[in-house]
Nanobody
Framework: QVQMGESGGGLVQAGGSLRLSCAAS????????MGWFRQAPGKEREFVAS????????YYADSVKGRFTISRDNAKYTVYLQMNSLKPEDTAVYYC????????????????????WGQGTQVTVSS
């Protein structure tokens, strides 16, 4: 079974940057699209960014577009989320997951199409 391990979270001031990493087990990593989601206290889990298996396509939530960049290194079985210009509203637990359902670009935005969720990493942005 594939397992995900997120790291790189922490406390940062507004305007700062963090780089999250998600290391996946299993040699099939390069066969799957990957995604980042987040969940703030009292809120639903929401889509942040996703990337196709070959990294040829990338998708972003409007709230992070232009500030966050998703990337992957298939040789290291790792997906990254570079977060710049952080805002207090970015505070949440960030999760990575593997996309296992759907082929249309619209399917990259929905958590129901992902599985193998990690434990998450806390990101806190102070004002």
């Amino acid at each position: 079974q594939v397992q995900m391990g997120e790291s790189g979270g922490g406390l940062v001031q507004a305007g700062g940057s963090l780089r999250l990493s998600c290391a996946a087990s299993g040699r099939t990593f390069s066969d799957y699209a990957m995604g980042w989601f987040r969940q703030a206290p009292g809120k639903e889990r929401e889509f942040v960014a996703s990337i196709s298996a070959s990294a040829g396509s990338r998708y972003y939530a409007d709230s992070v577009k232009g500030r966050f960049t998703i990337s992957r290194d298939n040789a290291k079985y790792t997906v990254y989320l570079q977060m710049n210009s952080l805002k207090p509203e970015d505070t949440a637990v960030y999760y990575c997951a593997r996309k296992t359902r759907g082929f249309l670009s619209s399917t990259y935005y929905y958590a129901e199409n992902f599985d193998s969720w990690g434990q998450g990493t806390q990101v806190t942005v102070s004002s």
